[in-house]
């Protein structure tokens, strides 16, 4: 009678280590992203305080903020209203996610790609000449152009917070760097 018990719990054990093997082989690796969408919380109420100051980059000089949700062209995208703290202007812009495409309108031009956190690294961006992944992990996305004297462009991503940094090489140069986040 042992050996039968034995035999069961044998069988058991086995069939307990197949299944486990069969799920772990079927994970994806710890460094793939789950949801490469996660880089971009978009709920009501969100808020983003940014400074775009390249001498000063501990004020804040603008906010954007989710203030709500409206269907434009049978889409639902996410109204972010952006306010210069310096000069009292207000943009409004439209956000929407498709699977993992970020896609951004504003009131006076079409639908258009921001982001696509489901590209690799190195894997060039559809939507822009020059632009590809440099870095993706868990944590960071990050899309860049080369940088050269009148050229280059640059926009980071942290899961859960949105885009922390973001730069531009040309006529202007320019660097938005997130100071806080109020994420929901």
Not at 72 to 88: A, H, P, R
Not at 102 to 124: Q, Y
Request: aromatic share 14%.
């Amino acid at each position: 009678m042992c050996k039968t018990v034995s035999l069961k719990m044998l069988k058991s054990s086995a069939l307990l280590i197949l299944f486990s093997l069969s799920f772990i082989m079927g994970c994806k690796s710890p460094n793939e992203p789950v949801n490469p969408a996660g880089y971009i919380p978009l709920a009501v109420g969100n808020k983003w305080y940014y400074n775009d100051d390249s001498h000063d980059t501990t004020s804040i000089n603008f906010v954007q903020e989710i203030t709500g949700q409206k269907v434009i062209d049978n889409k639902n995208y996410y109204e972010v209203i952006s306010t210069d703290l310096t000069s009292g202007d207000k943009g409004t812009f439209y956000y929407r996610l498709n699977k993992d495409t970020l896609f951004v309108r504003d009131t006076t031009n079409g639908e258009r790609v921001f982001a696509d956190f489901s590209l690799k690294v190195n894997e060039p961006a559809y939507w822009a000449q020059d632009l590809k992944v440099t870095l993706k992990s868990d944590q960071f996305m990050i899309f860049a152009t080369p940088w050269g004297m009148d050229y280059g462009f640059s926009m980071t991503f942290k899961r859960g917070i949105g885009m922390i940094n973001s730069a531009a090489n040309g006529l202007v140069y320019y660097r938005t760097k997130l100071i806080k986040a109020e994420i929901k």
